[in-house]
């Protein structure tokens, strides 16, 4: 949620600052804005309501700078205006903000601020704040500690003073922040993505630490301001893994790279055949002696880690309950020393997911995190960690995120099992050998599907609602499927066990309406088959996803997608593929910016 960027350096700040915002965009596209401090010491601001290219288009390219700060608005308080854009001014004070500042309107009404607010926002009281010290000690620092002292709530702060040339100064309070210093000069974002073009290696802002970036070079302190030594981390990656690479589409892009972010995470962690996590510090005695397993994330997350209980409950017969986790925390969860929390995010940085982390190390469990951002959050605070190895995932709907999360979740299930003593090595290799070769099932799809999925997006475009009905894992694979469906063509989706359809909503199922029926699990195929009968003779539009080789007949399918022929563990594979596709299609058809959908961000670090 917000992008934000600093910059102190030896070039022009504008520029530098406009392509990292373009970087950014993806956590937020409400409305965008710049303030630079000019070569002459004056300020120039600018701030718009769209995207970052509206803003591109009010800038004066003639401003000559070195020092700025930028920001890309997903707005929390106060409407999409230009107005309440960031950056905020008060006084010598220029501040933008990501996150949220919980006691903004104590504050107002304590230092009286509320007559010389001109936003609507939450964040113009820490300006406020800031300049009102700044007034009294003179001391950059010292009046951003003080103000800091006062705020409640999540904040990553970038903060220029008027009358301190060439300076950004940064702090912040559980929201994101890396930051890095090449030969270019210093820079400071929400994340990596916008720093990737100068430098690999770069540092987590630690919390509650002072950074500031200045044209030679950066200090970083406490707040009694002791200097602090920054832990610096590298990534593998580089500016074209963030970047389209001849794709029409960033999600377009991340569903092609599956196969290989499925190798990258799975190849290094197997050895002899079997799951290996020395890597990670993970030791058997954890995996043996725990009584239950929750499983805590958001959204797609939350469905991938559905997928895992599956196999831990019934290949495994272990306890797994899944929690969404906004509603952990108040659902008072009963856990203690002897339950594995597991945590499950592609940012590391979602709030509701950080928060459930440290109620869970409250009671005493002991949390594993599967994540795919080094160094984040959820990641720095866990006792384990697993990184996916996705390469950065900057369209907004999550796809090869989805892939690695669930494939760390089978190696995991299967280290346990060997554990355990659930499955013998041999039968573990078994499992290992069919999960590696999830990559082809994987590729097939997108070889031999694509283009037929592409004509089914044509007429699922016209359409305002759709269904999508599976039982047991079929069903949890509906529920990313239907998820991914309506969060970039915002047709409204649904997901139902198969089942569960006829006590209530099949009373929806009319003419025509589009039901994705997903049947790839052996044991219960015929049964989710009656279901689909039932919707079928009620006029929908049956789209029905099957191993290869099922003969569906006319009387129960308008059109049949064939997954590879693979053991029913392996089908969500290649099944999320298809579910990826469909989605994706149609959006495409429909003209809508799937890589940026209306009202969303990709890394939600607001409750
Ligand atoms: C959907 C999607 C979201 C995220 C969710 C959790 O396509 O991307 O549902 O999965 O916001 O985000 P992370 O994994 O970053 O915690």
Redesign the pocket.
């Known amino acids: 949620m917000c992008g934000i960027i600093g910059y102190s350096g030896n070039l022009e700040a504008g520029p530098v600052i406009l392509s990292g915002l373009k970087q950014l965009e993806y956590r937020g596209y409400d409305s965008a804005g710049m303030a630079l401090l000019t070569e002459s010491n004056e300020l120039y601001l600018v701030k718009k309501v769209g995207r970052v290219a509206a803003l591109e288009k009010e800038i004066d390219p003639s401003i000559l700078s070195h020092c700025g700060i930028g920001h890309t608005r997903w707005a929390t308080h106060g409407g999409v205006t230009d107005t309440n854009a960031h950056p905020h001014c008060a006084g010598k004070v220029v501040l933008l903000h990501n996150g949220i500042i919980e006691n903004y309107h104590t504050l107002q009404k304590q230092f009286g601020f509320a007559q010389t607010a001109v936003s609507q926002t939450d964040t113009e009281v820490a300006a406020q704040l800031i300049d009102y010290y700044y007034n009294r000690c003179k001391n950059p620092q010292q009046a951003i500690c003080r103000a800091v002292d006062l705020l409640e709530g999540s904040y990553a702060f970038c903060i220029l003073f008027t009358d301190v040339p060439g300076k950004v100064f940064c702090i912040r309070s559980v929201s994101p922040l890396v930051a890095a210093s090449c030969e270019q000069g210093c820079f400071v974002a929400s994340d990596l993505t916008a720093l990737i073009a100068y430098t690999n290696r770069y540092f987590v802002l630690p919390e509650h630490t002072l950074l500031c970036l200045d044209r030679t070079g950066m200090t970083l302190t406490d707040l009694q301001g002791n200097p602090v030594d920054p832990d610096y981390l590298e990534v593998s990656w580089n500016i074209e893994s963030a970047q389209k690479g001849g794709y029409p589409h960033y999600m377009l892009k991340e569903i092609y790279e599956q196969p290989e972010a499925f190798n990258r995470t799975v190849t290094p962690r197997i050895r002899n055949g079997l799951p290996d996590f020395s890597e990670e510090k993970i030791p058997d005695s954890l995996l043996q002696s725990f009584d239950k397993i929750r499983i805590v994330?958001?959204?797609?997350?939350l469905y991938a880690g559905m997928i895992g209980r599956s196999l831990l409950e019934r290949k495994g017969k272990i306890p797994v309950e899944v929690s969404i986790a906004s509603e952990f925390r108040y659902d008072p969860p009963v856990i203690d020393d002897k339950t594995l929390v597991l945590i499950?995010?592609?940012?590391?940085?979602?709030i509701d997911?950080l928060a459930a982390l440290r109620l869970a190390k409250q009671l005493g469990a002991t949390v594993i995190s599967v994540i795919n951002v080094k160094g984040s959050s959820i990641a720095r605070e866990s006792d384990y960690v697993i990184y996916t190895h996705a390469g950065p995932e900057i369209s907004?709907?999550?796809t090869k995120?989805y892939m690695v999360q669930i494939s760390v979740l089978y190696l995991l299930a299967a280290r346990i099992f060997l554990a355990r003593g659930i499955l013998t090595p041999e039968e573990v290799r078994t499992f290992i050998g069919n999960l590696g070769n999830a990559e082809k099932s994987i590729s097939s799809v997108l070889e031999q599907r694509a283009e037929q999925i592409r004509h089914l997006a044509e007429k699922l475009a016209h359409c305002a609602h759709a269904f999508y009905i599976g039982r047991g894992m079929d069903y949890a694979f509906s529920m990313e499927g239907a998820?991914?469906l309506k969060?970039i063509t915002y047709i409204h989706a649904e997901a139902y066990a198969a089942g569960e359809l006829k006590h209530g909503t099949i009373s929806l199922i009319e003419e025509g309406i589009p039901v994705v029926a997903i049947a790839t699990q052996d044991s219960i195929f015929n049964k989710t088959i009656s279901n689909v009968r039932e919707v079928k003779a009620r006029g929908a539009f049956v789209i029905l996803i099957t191993k290869e080789g099922v003969h569906a007949a006319e009387d129960f399918c308008d059109i049949q997608i064939e997954i590879p022929q693979v053991d029913d563990f392996f089908t969500v594979f290649p099944i999320a593929v298809v579910l990826q596709l469909l989605a994706y299609y149609t959006a495409y058809a429909k003209g809508y910016d799937m890589d940026k959908p209306r009202n969303l961000a990709?890394?939600?670090t607001v409750e």
């Not at 994330?297 to 997350?301: I, K, L, S």
């Not at 499950?344 to 979602?350: D, K, M, N, R, V």
């Open positions: 994330a958001c959204g797609t997350a499950i995010s592609q940012s590391g940085e979602t997911s907004v709907a999550s995120a998820l991914k969060e990709k890394s939600v």
